[in-house]
Structures are given as C-alpha cells and as structure tokens.
C-alpha cells in the first residue's frame, strides 16, 4: 500500500514565524503536491515537483517555497506565517494519473 | 474560463438506494476524469477514473459515467449504505504543464441515513 506521510495533524503558529511542513512517500513516485483545502473553495494546488530539486507554481503559490532535496520528500514552506494562510495542508504523491493524499496538517495561524 | 463544477448542497438518500452525484465542467478538454472520497478531517482517497474514450466503469457498488459532448460525468453508488457517507469530489488534468497535475471539484457531501 502506498503511504504518504506528514509531520503534524495539527499545528499553531504565530503570525510572522517561519513554517515548515513536511511531507514522506514511500513508494518511489516521481511526483509530489502540495494543496490547501479551504471550505467552499475545495483543494487548490499550491505548488508540485516532477523529480528532485524540480518545482513548479500551482494556482496559488504566493507566500510559500517547496524544497524537494530527496526523492520521498516533499517540504513545504511558510516564510512568515499571516492569518490567512490557516488552511487544512495535503500532500500528494502520484503514480500515473493518481494521486496519493497524506491524511492532512490542519495549520492554524494566530 | 475554466470551471468544475459539483452540487454544493448535501444529498441525503435512504439506506439501499442509489446516490447519483454530478460533475460538469467548462473550458476543458480532460484525457480523462477521476473521483475521490474524502472523510471529515482527512486526505482524499482515489476511487475510479474513467478515460475520455470510455462510456462509462464499473467497481463493485460504484459506477462512473463520462459524457465529453456534455462535459458531465455522473457517479453512481448503488445499494447504499451508512458508511458511504462523506464527501466526493471529482478531478480532471487540465491539460496544462506536466507532472499528472488534476484540478478538483469542491466536492459533494453524501450522507446516507437508515
């Protein structure tokens, strides 16, 4: 079975403090993604990497980075947290057209 | 521009019949189309996914249809049961960039009752 793995199910953060969320597969996909998912807007595709060390810009990737310095791990970074960025976080990984979901970083920024 | 497009508002059926949700969408020209469940709190969960070229897919209580003339595609469960409740959301490629990149739906909630 495939496992997608993610450091926190919950967190809380200040307001301008640096955020990180990390993210683990385990079955050598080449593609990872990260989404927020607010209600009534569904899941928005913040950004995706295709290899290591390759990113690119998903629908809304402003006030975040990603660093995918290995194969199995995808990281998604929130340089200075706002109150806005309070979301639920999935990451996925893909085989094929599928796409593997983590179970979820509900992020609450205050 | 482009739009998914899946009933916002909850569908409450009976326990034993079948749920049909829909998913429309506009400005896209999808490969093919997929759908997921997604449970209160955690990551969706792939189900099916039905390619441009096919009528329609069976898995054992679900069935998917996709209609490119209508740019619609509908999900049956048939024989529904309490533990089908959740949300589903359906996924298309848009087509742009590569990487299997999908675009969702914001999804259906289903709920089942006895």
């Known amino acids: 079975d495939v496992k997608v793995t993610q450091s926190s199910r919950y967190l809380v953060k200040r307001t301008g403090e640096k955020v990180f969320l990390e993210c683990v597969q385990d079955?050598?996909?080449?593609?990872m993604f990260w989404y927020r998912q607010d209600p009534g807007l569904g899941l928005r595709l913040i950004y995706f990497?295709?290899?290591?060390?390759?990113?690119e810009k998903g629908d809304i990737p402003e006030g975040y980075s990603v660093s995918r310095e290995k194969k199995e791990r995808f990281s998604l970074i929130l340089e200075s947290a706002s109150t806005n960025q309070t979301s639920m976080y999935l990451c996925a990984s893909s085989y094929k057209e599928t796409q593997y979901f983590g179970p979820g970083t509900r992020l609450l920024v205050l | 521009s482009q739009k998914i497009e899946q009933n916002s508002e909850a569908l409450n059926i009976q326990e034993g019949k079948t749920a049909t949700l829909t998913c429309n969408y506009t400005?896209?020209?999808?490969?093919?189309l997929q759908w997921y469940r997604q449970d209160p709190g955690r990551g969706p969960v792939f189900l099916l996914l039905?390619?441009?070229?096919?009528k329609e897919k069976r898995k054992e209580r679900l069935k998917v249809t996709f209609d490119t003339t209508l740019k619609q595609s509908l999900f049956h469960i048939t024989a529904s049961q309490p533990a089908d409740s959740a949300t589903y959301l359906c996924a298309l490629d848009p087509l742009t960039g590569g990487g299997n990149k999908l675009t969702f739906g914001t999804g259906t909630q289903l709920k089942v009752e006895l």
């Open positions: 990497s295709y290899d290591v060390k390759m990113k």
């Open positions: 039905i390619r441009e070229n096919e």
């Open positions: 400005n896209y020209s999808p490969a093919y």
């Open positions: 079955m050598d996909h080449e593609n």
